[in-house]
C-alpha cells in the first residue's frame, strides 16, 4: 500500500541526498559578488518518482539590501523532443525551521534523456542547468556454477554500466509449500562487483542467500520445500553530476547542483536443474 505524504515531508526525502551536498547551506546564501549568478538551485530528476522537485534561491549582489524577490518561473525542456513543462511553486518550512522555495512537476524523467532546467526572473536573468538521466542498462546472467568453497554462484553482468551502480538491491521471490501467495525476500547487495568489458558484473552466491532465507523464515539449514520463482535485481544509477557534487560543471549563471538517478529492476529465473542443486524446491505447477 502506498502512503501519500503531505508535500513538505515528500520534498524532505527526494531532496535530502542533494541537500545533504550543501552541508552547511553555503550554497544558499542569497548573497553573491558574481554579478552573473542568478540563482542557486539543487535538485535531481528521479525516474523512479511521478513528481519532481527542485529547491530554488534567488541570489543578490553583495551590497544591495536584502528585500523579498519576485518568485521566479522554473522550467524543463525534454531536449530530444523540445517538450517543455512549467514547474509550480511552493514554499515550505525545512527540517532546520527555515523556509524553502521548492518547485515542482509532475512528469516522469525518461532513462537516456537530457533535461534542461531553466530559473528565469522578471529582468530575463536566467540560471541553466543540464543533465543526463543514465540510460537503461540490460541485464545478461550467468550460468550457475560451484564455487571452491562449494557454493552454487551465478554472475549477473549489467551492460553499459562503467562503475558500480549507487545502490544494488536482490530480491528472491519464493512459495513455502501449502501457501497460496509467493512472498519476496530482499538483500542489500554489498559485494562491490567487478568491470567487465561491456559492463559491470557481480557475483550472485545462490547458496548463501539460500541459508540466509531459511533462517529468516525459521526454517531447517536441510529444508529444500520452500519453492524459487525467480530473482530480480534492483539498481539505483546516478548522472555525472554525482562524482564531482562540489564542484557542478554543468550550472550556467548560477551555483548549487542539478543531477538525475534512474532506478532499474531486471528479473531472471533458474532452470529446474540449478533450482534443485542449490536447494530450492521447483515453482508449482
Known amino acids: 500500500m502506498r502512503t501519500l505524504l503531505p508535500l513538505p515531508i515528500r520534498v524532505a526525502i527526494l531532496l535530502l541526498p542533494a541537500l545533504m551536498l550543501g552541508a552547511c547551506d553555503a550554497a544558499f546564501d542569497p548573497v553573491t559578488e558574481s554579478e552573473t549568478a542568478f540563482f542557486a538551485v539543487y535538485g535531481f530528476l528521479d525516474t523512479a518518482a511521478d513528481t519532481q522537485f527542485v529547491r530554488v534561491s534567488p541570489l543578490r549582489p553583495l551590497l544591495e539590501a536584502a528585500a523579498d524577490p519576485p518568485v521566479p518561473r522554473v522550467s524543463t525542456t525534454l531536449l530530444e523532443t523540445g517538450e517543455r513543462?512549467?514547474?509550480?511553486?511552493?514554499?515550505?518550512?525545512?527540517?532546520?525551521?527555515?523556509?524553502?522555495?521548492?518547485?515542482?512537476?509532475?512528469?516522469?524523467?525518461?532513462?537516456?534523456?537530457?533535461?534542461?532546467?531553466?530559473?528565469?526572473?522578471?529582468?530575463?536573468?536566467?540560471?541553466?542547468?543540464?543533465?543526463?538521466?543514465?540510460?537503461?542498462?540490460?541485464?545478461?546472467?550467468?550460468?550457475?556454477?560451484?564455487?571452491?568453497t562449494g557454493d552454487f554462484v551465478q554472475e549477473v553482468t549489467w551492460t553499459g554500466l562503467t562503475r558500480r551502480p549507487a545502490d544494488a538491491t536482490l530480491r528472491y521471490h519464493l512459495v513455502r509449500p501449502?501457501?497460496?501467495?509467493?512472498?519476496?525476500?530482499?538483500?542489500?547487495?554489498?559485494?562491490?562487483?567487478?568491470?567487465?568489458?561491456?559492463?559491470?558484473?557481480?557475483?550472485?552466491?545462490?547458496?548463501?542467500?539460500?541459508?540466509?532465507?531459511?533462517?529468516?523464515?525459521?526454517?531447517?539449514?536441510?529444508?529444500?520445500?520452500?519453492?524459487?520463482?525467480?530473482?530480480?535485481?534492483?539498481?539505483?544509477?546516478?548522472?555525472?553530476?554525482?562524482?564531482?557534487?562540489?564542484?557542478?560543471?554543468?550550472?550556467?549563471?548560477?551555483?548549487?547542483?542539478?543531477?538525475?538517478?534512474?532506478?532499474f529492476s531486471r528479473g531472471w529465473t533458474l532452470d529446474s536443474t540449478a533450482t534443485v542443486q542449490v536447494g530450492f524446491a521447483l515453482p508449482p505447477p
Open 85 to 148: 513543462v512549467a514547474w509550480q511553486d511552493s514554499l515550505v518550512r525545512l527540517d532546520d525551521g527555515a523556509a524553502g522555495l521548492l518547485f515542482f512537476a509532475r512528469f516522469r524523467a525518461h532513462p537516456g534523456s537530457r533535461y534542461r532546467l531553466e530559473v528565469r526572473r522578471a529582468d530575463d536573468g536566467l540560471t541553466q542547468a543540464v543533465t543526463r538521466v543514465p540510460p537503461s542498462p540490460t541485464l545478461r546472467t550467468g550460468v550457475v556454477t560451484r564455487a571452491p
Open 178 to 263: 501449502g501457501a497460496a501467495e509467493a512472498e519476496v525476500v530482499t538483500f542489500t547487495f554489498n559485494e562491490t562487483g567487478m568491470p567487465a568489458p561491456d559492463g559491470w558484473t557481480f557475483t550472485v552466491n545462490l547458496s548463501q542467500d539460500r541459508f540466509a532465507i531459511l533462517n529468516l523464515l525459521d526454517r531447517p539449514p536441510l529444508d529444500t520445500t520452500i519453492a524459487l520463482l525467480g530473482l530480480d535485481m534492483e539498481i539505483r544509477e546516478r548522472s555525472e553530476e554525482w562524482l564531482r557534487p562540489d564542484a557542478p560543471l554543468n550550472i550556467l549563471n548560477g551555483f548549487g547542483f542539478f543531477g538525475a538517478v534512474a532506478t
